[in-house]
């Protein structure tokens, strides 16, 4: 009897033993995961922060096709009204050309930091517009880019990029224009730039270039073209 009872004891300690070594090992693995768990976590922003570092020295002539090779229309010049035409918001306003290149805007712009918006949280036409009135150059891609993650990471990037002198350090927007927000765009374009320059009331002008594909030679040679402070209201931020 005593020594079945000894049996049993080395059997209920050898199964202790065990459970202990396999609790030790699982406790190990746990510890092991939420270490690369979290390292996982500080490495995602640190390794994004490397890239919008190295994005931010790098000159949007640089990025995207060639302007030859973007299939880009010639600049056009579109009549424009006076400035300081405020709106209240919410107050849908119809555009005399698509995308607008000047016009009514509500008394709101759109926050001067932010280059780069998606069609989740893009402000309202007439905000951006208000942007165009204070020198603002805005690249507007179509539904058809917004599908296509490259061409939309392109645009990103370009955004976070280093923009000519003229932009006068960082007078740019990149947004979407949806087919619901204007008239249709030329066949085979996706791409507009658009800016506002001053001028005697009655004689300033809006101007609208029109690419098939992203082009940061096309933008940097559209902005030196239009700089910022050829605008309605200059220097203010």
């Given at each position: 009897?005593?020594?079945?009872e000894?049996?049993?004891?080395?059997?209920?300690?050898?199964?202790?033993?065990?459970?202990?070594r396999?609790?030790?090992?699982?406790t190990?693995?746990?510890?092991?995961?939420?270490?690369?768990?979290?390292?996982?976590?500080?490495?995602?922003?640190?390794?994004?922060l490397?890239?919008?570092?190295?994005?931010k020295?790098?000159?949007?002539?640089?990025i995207g096709?060639?302007?030859?090779?973007?299939?880009c229309?010639?600049p056009?010049?579109?009549?424009?009204?006076?400035?300081?035409?405020?709106?209240p918001?919410?107050?849908?306003i119809?555009?005399?050309?698509?995308?607008?290149?000047?016009?009514?805007?509500?008394?709101t712009?759109?926050?001067?930091?932010?280059k780069?918006?998606?069609?989740?949280?893009?402000p309202?036409?007439?905000?951006?517009?208000?942007?165009?009135?204070?020198?603002?150059?805005?690249?507007?891609?179509?539904?058809?880019?917004?599908?296509?993650?490259?061409?939309?990471?392109?645009?990103?990037?370009?955004?976070?990029?280093?923009?000519?002198?003229?932009?006068?350090?960082?007078?740019?927007?990149a947004?979407?224009?949806?087919?619901?927000?204007?008239?249709a765009?030329?066949?085979?374009?996706?791409?507009?730039f658009?800016?506002?320059?001053?001028?005697?009331?009655?004689?300033?002008?809006g101007?609208?270039?029109?690419?098939?594909?992203?082009?940061?030679?096309?933008?940097?040679?559209?902005?030196?073209?239009?700089?910022?402070?050829?605008?309605?209201?200059?220097?203010?931020?």
């Amino acid at each position: 009897m005593a020594k079945v009872e000894q049996s049993r004891r080395e059997l209920i300690e050898k199964m202790q033993r065990d459970q202990a070594r396999s609790d030790k090992r699982r406790t190990m693995l746990i510890v092991s995961i939420s270490i690369l768990v979290g390292l996982g976590i500080i490495a995602v922003p640190a390794v994004k922060l490397i890239q919008d570092s190295k994005a931010k020295s790098q000159a949007i002539a640089d990025i995207g096709p060639k302007a030859a090779a973007a299939s880009c229309d010639a600049p056009t010049d579109d009549p424009a009204g006076k400035s300081a035409d405020h709106r209240p918001d919410g107050e849908k306003i119809a555009y005399a050309v698509s995308p607008p290149s000047s016009g009514p805007h509500y008394q709101t712009w759109a926050p001067f930091s932010k280059k780069f918006y998606s069609a989740e949280d893009r402000p309202p036409v007439e905000n951006l517009v208000h942007n165009l009135e204070h020198g603002y150059t805005l690249l507007w891609y179509n539904d058809e880019i917004a599908k296509d993650k490259h061409k939309l990471a392109t645009i990103e990037k370009l955004a976070k990029a280093k923009l000519p002198d003229a932009a006068d350090g960082g007078f740019f927007i990149a947004a979407p224009f949806h087919a619901t927000d204007g008239a249709a765009w030329p066949a085979g374009k996706n791409i507009a730039f658009t800016h506002w320059s001053a001028g005697p009331e009655g004689q300033s002008l809006g101007h609208r270039q029109f690419c098939g594909d992203v082009s940061g030679e096309a933008l940097t040679t559209f902005i030196n073209k239009y700089p910022a402070k050829d605008t309605q209201e200059p220097g203010l931020r």
